[in-house]
């Protein structure tokens, strides 16, 4: 909260946490380099390491890594403060439940399920990791192509698809992709692949060879 004092009936049920202010005195005596700072960041005219040393010596904050505190408390606080309110909370579930399946995901695909970096130098993680994400993004492409298809069947079909379940499928599985194995691609031989795979039918009777 800003200087000054608070409300005379208190903060409610925050007055247990509301225990800090910010000190918009050093924010004030100090914006003009925070926004060199700033700028240096964004066009990269100043190393990182150097910027790190304006900001603490000797596990100390200088005057300017003070003023960053108290600037961050201000967001800190609007943050926390949104937090109160239950859809901010319930959109940060969802986002944090979407990140969580990529990992998942990735996890899956890198080295088929073992999730393991061997590579000892860095140039070889480094083609390991993009070669993951390529896959990731090619796996999400062709999962959100096949969801997006059988969304259209099954309208097409007659059936009654709401709008507020299809803006809850995921893209982000994998049960239907085989991990294991080697892949031999010859797009010269066979030529790129045209339109989609047929739909699975359901009633069809399944081969148990897996």
Not at 157 to 169: C, P
């Amino acid at each position: 909260m800003p200087n000054g004092e608070g409300p005379a009936d208190g903060y409610g049920p925050l007055e247990a946490v509301s225990c800090n202010k910010v000190n918009l005195k050093k924010i004030a005596t100090h914006w003009p380099d925070m926004l060199r700072v700033a700028g240096s960041l964004i066009t990269n005219q100043v190393p990182a390491y150097d910027l790190l040393r304006m900001c603490g010596r000797e596990g100390h904050p200088t005057p300017l890594g003070a003023a960053f505190a108290e600037y961050g408390r201000i967001d800190k606080t609007m943050h926390l403060l949104a937090l109160v309110d239950n859809t901010y909370r319930r959109l940060m579930n969802r986002q944090l439940t979407v990140q969580e399946s990529r990992h998942r995901l990735a996890r899956a695909i890198c080295h088929g399920g073992r999730g393991q970096i061997r590579q000892a130098y860095r140039e070889g993680q480094e083609d390991q990791l993009a070669a993951l994400g390529l896959v990731l993004n090619a796996v999400v492409l062709w999962n959100t192509r096949y969801l997006d298809a059988a969304v259209a069947r099954l309208r097409a079909e007659g059936h009654d698809i709401k709008d507020e379940d299809v803006a809850r499928l995921s893209p982000l599985k994998d049960r239907h992709i085989n991990c294991l194995g080697r892949y031999l691609f010859n797009i010269k031989a066979s030529g790129p692949g045209q339109g989609l795979r047929p739909f699975r039918d359901p009633d069809a009777v399944e081969d148990d060879e897996d």
